[in-house]
């Protein structure tokens, strides 16, 4: 196992903040990697991943001195959509075995690669062969949204629920994303959602006026040291939740026993008490207990917090349910989104195509 992946820069368990989509000079950023890190420290991050499109060696150009954890990623950047991908040690050999037909294509097609469906299928069975983490990238933000209509949705491992806010429509496009996530979840998947900046630019070239931060979203896991590798963990069991500010709870008590997000109560059949709460809220917003995507209960945040507790239902004959947090902004701003969590026997669906969901959100 690499040392860039199980290297540990606190060995403490609690919730690491950090940004797990951003570019560099190594495809369309302005800065170098070094710089982005060195960025990522000054914007408060615990932790950055470095996503080039369709180019792994970033990862060549750090400092291995420095002490801001770097997250190795890539964007797979195809002409019917985008997917990061997580889990390998930087600019390896497997790496470049694994990702083959993307990370050395020749640099005129780095951003129109164009990927038969058996030929995607292939890169998709690699790469699950590996144990990498896929998450798919701003779905439904045109002209990067995905539109392969036959990909099986259990190719991926994470969403990305709330892309830049900053950027165009994703005040209208990152609720949305919600919603097909939802969907997802309702068929059975159990899909991490996370956030990312896609940073580029400090003055992105779109409107020089507009300022992208690194830190907008910021995406919490909890993780059981600051590692790659425990970072990853904290991803696959969906110990997430994104935030543009607001710090979130969500959090059940059954027989005695204490649960959080991503957590599994199984069919429970003595009264339980589920909690959300946020507080750090500088907006006006509502916090909202979403059970099966559908919202259970609202309170106003006022003074910047507010909190919500429901008895959990039991029931005589076993019932799929998830619960999460969403804290939205008056004008149904996503401001922050927490991880399920699950009750009831788990749903094991079977393959669906993306194109399935069309219409749901």
């Keep these: 196992m690499s040392e860039s992946l199980t290297r540990v820069y606190n060995p403490s368990p609690g919730w690491y903040r950090g940004d797990f989509h951003a570019h560099t000079t190594c495809s369309d950023g302005s800065l170098t990697p070094l710089d982005v890190s060195r ?45 990061n991908v997580f889990g390998f040690s930087g600019n ?13 294509a020749p640099p005129e097609m780095k951003h129109s690669l164009t990927r038969e469906h058996a030929e995607l299928e292939a890169l998709m069975e690699r790469i699950a062969r590996a ?66 900046s896609d940073f580029h630019s400090a003055h992105p070239s779109d409107n020089p006026s507009r300022i992208a931060r690194l830190n907008l979203p910021l995406t919490y896991v909890y993780a059981e040291e600051l590692s790659c590798l425990a ?23 059954v027989d005695g026993q204490a649960y959080g997000m991503g957590d599994d109560l199984g069919t429970i059949r003595s009264p339980g008490r589920l909690r959300a709460r946020v507080q750090g809220c500088t907006r006006k917003a509502q916090l909202i207990l979403v059970r099966n995507g ?3 209960a609202s309170q106003e945040v006022t003074g910047g917090a507010a909190e ?19 804290v ?13 969590i699950f009750m009831g026997p788990r749903r094991h669906p079977p393959p669906s195509a993306y194109g399935s969901f069309a219409g749901k959100y």
């Design 294 to 296: 559908h919202a259970l």
């Design 39 to 83: 960025l990522g420290e000054e914007s408060g991050l615990d932790f950055l991943a470095i996503t080039d499109h369709n180019d792994i060696s970033a990862f060549d150009e750090l400092d291995p001195a420095h002490e801001r954890m770097v997250l190795p990623g890539v964007e797979v950047t195809l002409r019917d959509g985008h997917f």
């Design 131 to 196: 144990g990498y983490f896929v998450s798919l990238n701003h779905p439904l933000l045109k002209p990067w949204d995905w539109r392969d209509p036959l990909a099986d949705v259990s190719w991926f491992d994470g969403i990305e629920l709330v892309n830049d806010p900053t950027y165009g429509d994703n005040y209208r496009i990152n609720p949305a994303t919600c919603r097909l996530w939802s969907a997802w979840l309702n068929a059975g998947y159990r899909c991490t959602g996370l956030g990312g």
């Design 231 to 253: 970072i990853l963990e904290g991803l696959r069991r969906g110990k997430v939740y994104i935030s543009l500010g607001p710090q979130v709870e969500l959090t059940a008590q």
């Design 92 to 104: 390896s050999v497997e790496a470049r075995k694994i990702l083959r037909g993307i990370v050395d």
């Design 328 to 340: 939205l902004h008056a004008a149904h701003e996503v401001l922050a989104v927490s991880n399920p």
């Design 308 to 326: 919500l507790e429901i008895e959990l239902p039991t029931f005589d004959a076993p019932i799929q349910a998830w619960y999460r947090v969403d």
